[in-house]
């Protein structure tokens, strides 16, 4: 099964520490995209980036995190002293092209507590 | 800012129902997508819409997309146990890069 690959699934962490969240998208997808979730709610968009570039990163927080795709290897999300509001579930979505029309297949995201 | 509003959020049916989940918004989008998913899972795509007024069939669901591209439903005939989940549409953002707007969501119980 080649589908979008997240680890860890499950992460604790207490208030201050950091968060490394990864993604390793379709074979052959280039487009990697990463929402939040909170309990109940549909899915918030944070970071649109392409192989080694960042596209669109509107929905992501401006202090605290950061999004990489390199060249090689997955694509991580970094949350830097995490705080409790932090806690949601973390999915990241990959796509072949970067038009609204191609379908984002979705990983089984990454459930981050903070105590 | 493109908001997507979805109703209803929680919907509680008996087996053989039919039922509608809407999805309006005041903005235009490029193509709409619907996706459900199951507990502790990511959201699986069903359909993506791209043609105002298109309707997608897809065995029991029926998905339509608004004339002016701003609404879209999906209606679920004679619903089944199975069928319970939660159902998400999502909106390609302004300059269709990719980025999606999602509605809040409906959560979906069929009771047998």
């Known amino acids: 099964n080649a589908g979008v690959m997240q680890n860890p699934r499950h992460l604790v962490r207490r208030r201050g520490q950091e968060a490394r969240l990864r993604c390793s998208p379709v074979k052959g997808h280039s487009h990697v995209y990463w929402y939040r979730q909170l309990p109940e709610e549909g899915l918030k968009f944070m970071v649109y980036?392409?192989?080694?570039?960042?596209?669109?990163e509107s929905g992501m927080p401006k202090e605290r995190f950061s999004a990489e795709f390199p060249k090689e290897g997955p694509s991580i999300l970094r949350i830097q002293q995490v705080v409790r509001g932090d806690s949601a579930a973390y999915f990241c979505a990959s796509s072949r092209g970067g038009s609204g029309n191609q379908p984002q297949h979705f990983g089984d995201g990454t459930r981050l507590s903070i105590l | 800012t493109q908001l997507l509003e979805q109703s209803p959020q929680f919907l509680s049916i008996q087996e053989g129902e039919n039922l509608t989940v809407y999805c309006n918004s005041s903005?235009?989008?490029?193509?709409l997508q619907w996706y459900r998913q199951e507990p502790g899972e990511g959201p699986v795509l069903l359909v993506t819409v791209v043609t105002g007024g298109e309707v997608k069939k897809l065995k029991r669901l029926t998905f339509q997309f608004g004339d002016a591209r701003k609404d879209s439903s999906l209606h679920i005939t004679a619903a089944q146990p199975g069928d319970t989940g939660l159902y998400l549409c999502a909106g390609s953002g302004s300059g269709n890069t990719g980025k999606l707007i999602f509605g809040q969501g409906t959560t979906l119980q069929v009771k047998p």
């Open positions: 980036l392409q192989k080694e570039n960042i596209i669109d």
């Open positions: 903005s235009v989008f490029s193509s």
